[in-house]
């Protein structure tokens, strides 16, 4: 899958003009979204999408193992393969969550992953620190998915204002072939969210890669 046509750190710009301490991911990743390679995953394919542009960061930034970005057959297939999903699951429209965004990482990386559980939104607020840790000490991009709130996305970063907090959203449900940061922003597909706007009635699973990015080893 080329990368050719992809943006990149699709949050940096604008968005960054903001109040309090931020605390975001450190190094260059591809945002990959609904279409962008051609293969429809329209309404379904928002976790692997994110995957993606985790496996971009991983390949960008962990010079140990870098490789091919799977695409969504790819990656169905490793899933089956590891028995985590039956022979039916291939070519599927079946979403894939943190768990599974877990398991595909380990298998292409050797990398482990740390996942976080709130029973609901409303709990969101305590992950402010680990979250905030998780920038300062590894600078990986985090994969979000709920129940309720069934969207995917990545979070690039955490802001901090007072006791309040807000999540740095790269929605991967665009379509479109937009080339610039600024009209996704200003789209809002990519977004700070405040904890408050996340559901409540929805439980949130988050998937943070163990990894060092090269520049935080070499810093």
């Known amino acids: 899958m080329s990368t050719s046509n992809l943006l990149s750190n699709v949050h940096e710009g604008k968005l960054l003009e903001i109040e309090g301490n931020s605390f975001l991911v450190c190094g260059k990743y591809e945002y990959y979204h609904t279409l962008c390679d051609g293969f429809n995953d329209t309404g379904w394919g928002c976790g692997y999408r994110t995957l993606q542009t985790i496996c971009s960061w991983l390949n960008h930034n962990y010079a140990k193992n870098s490789v091919p970005i799977p695409s969504i057959p790819d990656i169905q ?25 877990c398991i595909v ?9 740390k996942i976080l559980h709130v029973k609901k939104g409303d709990e969101l607020g305590t992950l402010v620190d ?39 959203v790269v929605d991967p449900h665009y379509i479109g072939k937009e080339q610039t940061n600024e009209f996704l922003q200003n789209k809002g597909w990519v977004k700070w969210q405040p ?8 439980f949130y699973n988050l998937c943070l890669p163990q990894i060092k990015s090269n520049s935080k080893i070499m810093s």
């Open 77 to 101: 297939q490793i899933l089956v393969t590891l028995e985590d999903k039956p022979n039916s699951f291939l070519g599927s429209r079946e979403w894939i969550g943190s768990f599974e965004v």
């Open 195 to 202: 904890l408050k706007d996340f559901l409540s009635s929805s």
């Open 130 to 168: 680990t979250l905030k840790g998780h920038f300062e000490m590894f600078g990986s991009p985090i994969m979000m998915g709920g129940d309720v709130d069934c969207s995917s996305k990545g979070i690039m970063g955490i802001n901090i204002q007072g006791d309040k907090a807000s999540l740095l």
């Open 105 to 113: 990482i380990d298998r292409l990386y050797d990398i482990p992953c």
